[in-house]
């Protein structure tokens, strides 16, 4: 009995495929790529040595889990293709049997494209060391080396760095988003270890923007932390959001929410917002113009009396760390241009029941904040009922 050869079972499966899909050479290729969608089924290692500009890289052991995502349109022309062509013809003859109509294997794969000097580049690459850091983002082909790239290229702002601020901070170093400015004037105090993780008991008294830069320096030495030991007010407002591409409100009082949503509005910048309140949290995105603004949803604070600070009634613990999770994987989105944002939803949690909610929030066409992009509202400090000075 002759001994099992591996690759000669793989060379039949192969040439099986290559029967069953249709095959393009690179030239007549190139000169059809007019609404095709190009997909590369190399391994994440191997997209340094170059990609056909606008493909996509999804992994071949990832394909059949990820086309009802990325590849929505079963009608839509696909052109397929590896290293060589053999892998992609695999993977060309598996989206036909899921019902993908139009697919193509490119013959001869990148190595021949290359040969016949068509055009290709060379994605963003990655250090060893972060490839080793990041490689659970890398492999999701939502993400891949060039988003990862792009957070390390982006820069965030927080507001607040309590008991949102914290897991929001946190896990946006960890994913590696390279500038975290956390802006907050408030020391350490023992009532907010009770869910305050950026802080221990070690930083009592100590300013929380140079204790979160601190925890945030030790979790990823790739991140760059902007320490802003102040209050952010109607004077400073503008020139900090300025440098950044998402704002995190993790703030505790109306005034200063108000506040990020009306210069969000001069400047343009999405703002993720979270809020909590015993066992209760919400969370939202207000991407100006482009859906509803906060003042959309909450056109004039609750009385005092009915929005008592945590200090005054309390919150559990751990509800913070869900909502600035909630908060963290919004933002980390927005950065990538993936997925489906809470923008124009609200996003209701209760901890006490584990139940959640997503409700449907529209834009407000007599908003006093952005009814009118030409007019975006005057900056103002407010008082602790939002009423403006006298």
């Given at each position: 009995?002759?001994?099992?050869?591996?690759?000669?079972?793989?060379?039949?499966?192969?040439?099986?495929?290559?029967?069953?899909?249709?095959?393009?050479?690179?030239?007549?290729?190139?000169?059809?790529?007019?609404?095709?969608?190009?997909?590369?089924?190399?391994?994440?290692?191997?997209?340094?040595?170059?990609?056909?500009?606008?493909?996509?890289?999804?992994?071949?052991?990832?394909?059949?889990?990820?086309?009802?995502?990325?590849?929505?349109?079963?009608?839509?022309?696909?052109?397929?293709?590896?290293?060589?062509?053999?892998?992609?013809?695999?993977?060309?003859?598996?989206?036909?049997?899921?019902?993908?109509?139009?697919v193509t294997n490119l013959g001869g794969g990148l190595v021949r494209w290359k040969?016949?000097?068509?055009?290709?580049?060379?994605?963003?690459?990655?250090?060893?060391?972060?490839?080793?850091?990041?490689?659970?983002?890398?492999?999701?082909?939502?993400?891949?080396?060039?988003?990862?790239?792009?957070?390390?290229?982006?820069?965030?702002?927080?507001?607040?760095?309590?008991?949102?601020?914290?897991?929001?901070?946190?896990?946006?170093?960890?994913?590696?988003?390279?500038?975290?400015?956390?802006?907050?004037?408030?020391?350490?105090?023992?009532?907010?270890?009770?869910?305050?993780?950026?802080?221990?008991?070690?930083?009592?008294?100590?300013?929380?923007?140079?204790?979160?830069?601190?925890?945030?320096?030790?979790?990823?030495?790739?991140?760059?932390?902007?320490?802003?030991?102040?209050?952010?007010?109607?004077?400073?407002?503008?020139?900090?959001?300025?440098?950044?591409?998402v704002v995190v409100d993790g703030t505790d009082n109306f005034p200063t929410r108000?506040?990020?949503?009306?210069?969000?509005?001069?400047?343009?910048?999405?703002?993720?917002?979270?809020?909590?309140?015993?066992?209760?949290?919400?969370?939202?995105?207000?991407?100006?113009?482009?859906?509803?603004?906060?003042?959309?949803?909450?056109?004039?604070?609750?009385?005092?009396?009915?929005?008592?600070?945590?200090?005054?009634?309390?919150?559990?613990?751990?509800?913070?760390?869900?909502?600035?999770?909630?908060?963290?994987?919004?933002?980390?989105?927005?950065?990538?241009?993936?997925?489906?944002?809470?923008?124009?939803?609200?996003?209701?949690?209760?901890?006490?029941?584990?139940?959640?909610?997503?409700?449907?929030?529209?834009?407000?066409?007599?908003?006093?904040?952005?009814?009118?992009?030409?007019?975006?509202?005057?900056?103002?400090?407010?008082?602790?009922?939002?009423?403006?000075?006298?």
């Open positions: 009995m002759a001994a099992y050869d591996e690759r000669m079972d793989y060379a039949h499966l192969v040439a099986a495929a290559r029967n069953r899909v249709t095959e393009v050479d690179p030239a007549t290729a190139a000169g059809q790529l007019d609404g095709v969608t190009i997909i590369d089924v190399r391994e994440p290692d191997e997209l340094a040595g170059g990609m056909i500009e606008g493909a996509l890289a999804i992994p071949r052991g990832q394909l059949e889990a990820s086309a009802a995502t990325r590849l929505p349109d079963k009608t839509a022309p696909i052109l397929v293709y590896c290293e060589v062509g053999e892998r992609s013809a695999l993977a060309a003859d598996s989206l036909q049997n899921m019902g993908y109509s139009q040969a016949e000097h068509l055009p290709w580049l060379v994605p963003r690459s990655l250090s060893t060391d972060r490839m080793a850091r990041y490689s659970r983002h890398t492999r999701l082909p939502e993400v891949g080396v060039d988003g990862q790239a792009r957070l390390l290229e982006s820069r965030v702002l927080v507001v607040g760095a309590g008991g949102l601020g914290s897991p929001v901070a946190m896990y946006l170093a960890a994913a590696g988003v390279g500038t975290i400015g956390i802006v907050d004037d408030d020391v350490v105090e023992i009532s907010n270890l009770q869910r305050q993780i950026l802080h221990g008991t070690d930083r009592l008294g100590r300013p929380k923007a140079e204790s979160a830069a601190q925890t945030l320096g030790l979790l990823n030495p790739d991140v760059r932390v902007d320490v802003h030991r102040t209050r952010l007010d109607a004077s400073n407002a503008l020139d900090l959001m300025a440098a950044y591409d108000y506040l990020i949503n009306d210069t969000s509005l001069h400047l343009g910048t999405p703002v993720v917002h979270g809020s909590i309140f015993r066992f209760e949290g919400q969370a939202s995105v207000f991407r100006p113009y482009d859906g509803p603004c906060y003042r959309c949803l909450f056109r004039r604070p609750p009385p005092p009396d009915l929005a008592p600070s945590c200090a005054e009634a309390g919150v559990l613990g751990v509800l913070p760390g869900i909502i600035g999770s909630i908060q963290a994987a919004e933002t980390i989105k927005l950065l990538l241009g993936i997925g489906q944002t809470l923008v124009g939803r609200l996003l209701l949690y209760d901890a006490l029941d584990q139940e959640t909610r997503v409700v449907r929030i529209e834009r407000d066409p007599d908003c006093p904040a952005c009814a009118n992009p030409d007019e975006p509202p005057l900056l103002i400090d407010y008082d602790e009922s939002c009423t403006a000075p006298a």
